[in-house]
Each structure stands twice: as C-alpha cells, then as structure tokens.
C-alpha cells in the first residue's frame, strides 16, 4: 500500500459505509439491491450527506469571499504603495500589510477552496471504491463495509446498459456504446452545472467596486477554466463519481442562489433586485429600518423640492417675468 492508499484509507471506509447505510435503506423499503439506480441513489445520497456537512464551510467560504471584495480599493492602494518596489524588506511589509487587511475583513483567501479541499478525498476514495469492484467481486472479495455479496450487486447493476464503474475510456464489460453516450452526457451536465455555479455568483453577487479589481478577472479566468480542466479529467471519470460531482455541483447551485437571492452581496445587482422585491412588497430596504427609510425618502422629497425652487432663471426669463408682473 502505498503513501496515497494509506491517506486515503479512512475514507474509503466512511465511502463504503455510507453505501451501505444507503443500500441497506433502499433494499428494506422495497428497492432492488442489483438494479443501477439503486446504486445511483446510494451515491446521490453518499454526496447529500457530504454537503450536509459542509455547510459550515460554505457559510464561511461566503463570509470570507465578501471580505476578500470589501477589501479590493484597500488592496490596490497598497499594490499602489510598494508598486516597483522589489526588495526583500518592501515584500515583506507588503506581505505582512496584506495579511493585517484579511484578519480586519475577516476573510482568507483559502477559504473559497474550502469546500471542494474537503471533498477532494471522498471524492477519490469513491475513485477507488468504484475502480476496484469488478476484482473484487471476481475474488469473492469485500470493499471495507461493503460485503462480498453487495460487491456482486454493485457490479452486476447497471444504469441504461452502462456499469457505474465504468468510464468514457474503459467501458468495462457492459454495452459500450450506452456508457460512451451516458459518459459524454454527464461530463457535459458535470461540466455546464460547474459552469452556471460560477456565473452566477461573478455575473449578479458581486459589487461594481469589486467588479472593476483584479480578482474580478482573474475569477472571469477561472469561470471558464475550471469546467475545462473537470471535462478533460471527467474521461476518466467512473460513471458513479460523474454522478457524485454532477449532484454536487447542483447543490452548490441551489444553495449559491439562495444565499444570493436574499442575502446578496451589499452594492450587488443582487442585493438591488431584492431591494425591488421588498419595495413592492412595502419593506425598507436591506439593512435599513422603516423609520429610517421613510426618514430618507421625506429628506430626498424636501431636497428635491428645493432644489426645483432654487432652480437658475435666465436674464431673458427674468425680464419676462418681471414684465409680466409690472404688466
């Protein structure tokens, strides 16, 4: 066993208990323990119970995310300050400058990788749980906590033809022209759900200010970047782990646009389309209580009212004004 095998051990055993938890629940309420989609909702629910609990992560990943857009005019100032600068005491000061402006705002620039850091060895622990069932079920054999005979199941099941251990590459035994369409079409879903996830947080949660800093562009880079990269890997994708990472990323989208659609990011074309929304339902807007937003309106009415009485009156205007007046 080698150094990677040895990491990732413990989480191949936490995959294939919660497989079985899953299998067991769906064979007792009737479900057939052979059939494909038995399996598929046993990874569905292998990845729900994953993001479940990594919701705490999420919600820091948010917090830290708005920090890092909060501070952009601060950054560029300092960027501004040391721009040229190339010696050992200007980057570290910089360095250290940098770092006092994260733990002000609260946010690190590690956190938005969170999430998927945590996932990363479920999500090759399952890699290798799928990898190995058709040997282990040639040798009898079980897969940690799942026993030699659901390993049979697991490899016997398949979902339209296709085996879920499967890939575009490899496509096992079972018939290969399903697991090629099935493969190319998850890889697709994988890669589009990664795609829309990212959008919709640059294109509707993000400020103007933050919209015109560097890491505006940089994120613009990776919104295309990062559903390349999980294409061109996804080929060797078991059609069991497309699954898992399709689902998540589906639930990253739904739970990206709840936060966005009613705690949106403050100056975001989020937060003014919730404003709108709460207009018509009578609200103040966010972060603004009734008494102080009529108190502004009345001052924005006064204001207004007085800037058309004080309005500039031309020479010509006045004269015909005052002829009309002596008139």
């Known amino acids: 066993m080698n150094f990677f095998d040895l990491i990732l051990l413990p989480f191949k055993w936490i995959v294939s208990a919660v497989l079985w938890v899953f299998h067991e629940l769906f064979t007792l309420i009737g479900a057939d323990p052979t059939s494909g989609l038995t399996w598929v909702l046993c990874i569905v629910g292998l ?80 890699f290798q749980v799928l990898r190995s069932v058709p040997q282990a079920a040639a040798n009898n054999e079980a897969i940690h906590l799942l026993t030699p005979e659901m390993v049979h199941q697991f490899n016997e099941s398949t979902i339209f033809g296709a085996p879920l251990f499967s890939t575009l590459m490899q496509p096992g035994d079972g018939n290969h022209t399903a697991t090629v369409i099935l493969a190319i079409v998850m890889i697709v879903a994988m890669s589009a759900t990664q795609f829309i996830t990212q959008k919709q947080l640059t294109a509707r949660n993000m400020s103007d200010t933050a919209k015109a800093s560097p890491m505006y562009r940089q994120q613009q880079m990776m919104l295309y970047l990062f559903p390349i990269i999980f294409a061109v890997g996804g080929i060797n994708f078991p059609l069991g782990v497309l699954v898992y990472w399709t689902v998540s990323n589906l639930w990253s989208m739904g739970q990206q646009w709840w936060v966005i659609r009613n705690n949106p990011t403050k100056g975001s074309q989020a937060e003014r389309e919730l404003n709108e929304r709460r207009a018509a339902k009578g609200l103040p807007p966010v972060g603004m209580t009734k008494k102080e937003h009529e108190e502004k309106v009345e001052e924005q009415r006064v204001r207004a009212a007085a800037g058309q009485r004080n309005q500039p009156v031309s020479k010509k205007r006045q004269k015909q004004q005052t002829k009309k007046n002596n008139g």
């Open 47 to 126: 990845t729900l119970v994953m993001r479940t609990l990594t919701i705490p992560l999420f919600l820091k990943q948010i917090k830290s995310m708005r920090g890092m857009q909060e501070l952009q005019p601060e950054m560029a100032k300092l960027q501004a300050k040391y721009k040229g600068k190339k010696d050992q005491l200007s980057r570290q000061a910089m360095a250290e400058e940098q770092m006092a402006l994260y733990k002000k705002h609260g946010s690190n620039p590690f956190a938005a990788c969170l999430p998927v850091i945590v996932q990363m060895p479920i999500f090759f622990a399952l």
